[in-house]
């Protein structure tokens, strides 16, 4: 199930609010991921679709992100299961203390884990199930930024050039790269579509070919997250 849970203020845009995609309203923006692939596929997501963001800090480990030079950041997106022995209480408070807004992302779509983060002072709680769309929405909210109407999830190169070479790809192979894209392993992506892991494995490997076919290659995945992203799978 699809859980947005906010705190009481954050939903309220404040006076004097910044409209999305002004030049000089781009909120600097920091990912909490021990997922590395998941942090690539953020990203990537972000910088193709929510230009009035920018991903200015990733990092895999909480020592990582607060001795970044870049913290702290206007807003930061934490991963509400990490494998450090660090709480989530203690994370948010830190992030708070240092001035920046706090969005937990997470997994586990529990009571319990919502009103542990919001009562650390977290401005949201969002499920990992929710597309990116509605992940910036809500970030734009927090930050208090008026959403542009006209704004479109996915921009072609001019002159509709990348709409020209986008693959066609069938509906599992679609699947097999949105779930592949967003961080689950191959024999997970098997999982999650109740195929055998030779049947994902063969439609990813469908996917990088048709790619290269359109000469936008994706034989690394690091390059293919790039693709979803460019192409509106991870939406």
């Keep these: 199930m699809s859980t947005i849970e906010h705190r009481p203020e954050s939903s309220a845009l404040p006076a004097g609010g910044r409209s999305a995609g002004h030049a000089s309203a781009a909120v600097r923006l920091a990912i909490l991921d021990d997922h590395e692939v998941l942090l690539d596929s953020l990203s990537s997501w972000i910088s193709a679709n929510a230009t009035d963001f920018e991903v200015v800090l990733m990092a895999p480990t909480w020592l990582q992100l607060v001795h970044s030079p870049a913290f702290p950041t206007d807003l930061v997106f934490i991963d509400f299961q990490l494998k450090e022995p660090i709480s989530i209480e203690a994370r948010v408070r830190t992030c708070r ?23 650390a002072g977290a401005a949201a709680f969002l499920s990992k199930s929710l597309s990116m769309a509605a992940v910036m929405e809500t970030a ?31 509906p599992g192979e679609a699947e097999a790269l949105r779930l592949y894209a967003t961080g689950y392993s191959t024999s997970e992506v098997a999982t999650r579509m109740n195929v055998q892991y030779e049947t994902a494995k063969t439609y990813l490997r469908r996917v990088r070919e048709k790619y290269a076919r359109v000469d ?20």
């Excluded at 734009?140 to 704004?151: N, Y």
């Design 140 to 170: 734009r909210r927090v930050m208090g930024i008026q959403s542009d109407p006209a704004a479109r999830v996915w921009r072609p190169a001019p002159g509709g050039q990348a709409a020209r070479d986008r693959p066609k790809l069938s």
């Design 216 to 235: 936008r290659p994706a034989s690394k995945k690091a390059d293919l997250i790039r693709r979803a992203a460019e192409d509106g799978y991870l939406e």
């Design 97 to 119: 203390a240092a001035g920046a807004k706090v969005i937990v992302l997470s997994s586990v779509d529990t009571r319990e884990a919502r009103e542990r983060a919001l009562a």
